[in-house]
């Protein structure tokens, strides 16, 4: 079946560094993939999405690179803060008539350590 | 910004009660979704809807209901509540160019 996933469930960084959280899909269909963060007692936030017709997209502190060949995404987090410890997950909406569903990887607990 | 709200941050309820579970978005948004999030397990969709009074089954369907009488509105319905239905349920709405946004969950308990 269809899967997105991800290879560590747990990352621990210091302030300060870089972090990348990494997710390997199935589906070669998909169409848009996004990244959520979520904080203990919350729902998922939004942090940034791509699309399939791009292979890198930038936010604020954060990057989403897309690599369709081996069907790999990735987060990465510029100057981590104690802030951006969270559980953080990929998601993907396949081509199609999905209306939308997402498919959730299992998701990587980010801690930072001031 | 899109705001999607879930009526109860938290819910105990009996084995056997029905349970309505609530949510509301304020951004005319097509689709709708609820998902159940539980450890090890992550977030799994239960039911969605596409339009008004349209709605699918999603991958964990079995012992749930949904009404979508208006636009805005997405309700999820546990028909007689059970201990395995213990979970936090998220509730989702997307839209074109809006993306996809979630509320900030109730978390059920029943006993």
């Known amino acids: 079946g269809e899967s997105v996933g991800l290879h560590l469930p747990t990352l621990s960084v210091q302030e300060g560094d870089n972090s990348i959280i990494n997710c390997a899909y199935s589906n070669s269909a998909s169409d848009y993939f996004i990244w959520y963060k979520q904080e203990s007692g919350k729902g998922p936030q939004f942090i940034i999405d791509i699309r399939s017709n791009m292979d890198k997209r930038q936010g604020q502190r954060v990057t989403v690179l897309l690599n369709k060949t081996v069907k790999h995404l990735s987060l990465q987090i510029a100057a981590t803060q104690p802030g951006d410890s969270a559980v953080y997950f990929c998601?993907?909406?396949?081509?199609?008539?999905?209306?939308?569903?997402?498919?959730f990887g299992q998701g990587t607990i980010l801690t930072v350590h001031p | 910004d899109v705001k999607v709200t879930q009526s109860s941050r938290y819910l105990v309820k009996r084995t056997g009660e029905k349970v309505f579970l609530e949510c509301v978005q304020d951004m005319d948004h097509e689709n709708m979704f609820w998902y159940r999030q539980d450890p090890g397990l992550g977030l799994r969709l239960i039911y969605f809807?596409?339009?008004?009074?349209?709605?699918e089954k999603g991958d964990i369907p079995e012992g749930y209901s949904v009404s979508r009488e208006k636009k805005e509105r997405f309700s999820l319905i546990l028909e007689s509540a059970s201990t395995n239905q213990t979970s936090m349920y998220l509730c989702?709405?997307?839209?074109?160019?809006?993306?996809?946004?979630f509320g900030s969950g109730t978390r059920l308990t029943v006993v």
């Open positions: 989702a709405s997307m839209g074109q160019g809006d993306g996809y946004t």
């Open positions: 998601a993907e909406i396949p081509d199609g008539t999905s209306y939308g569903k997402l498919t």
């Open positions: 809807s596409y339009d008004v009074k349209m709605k």
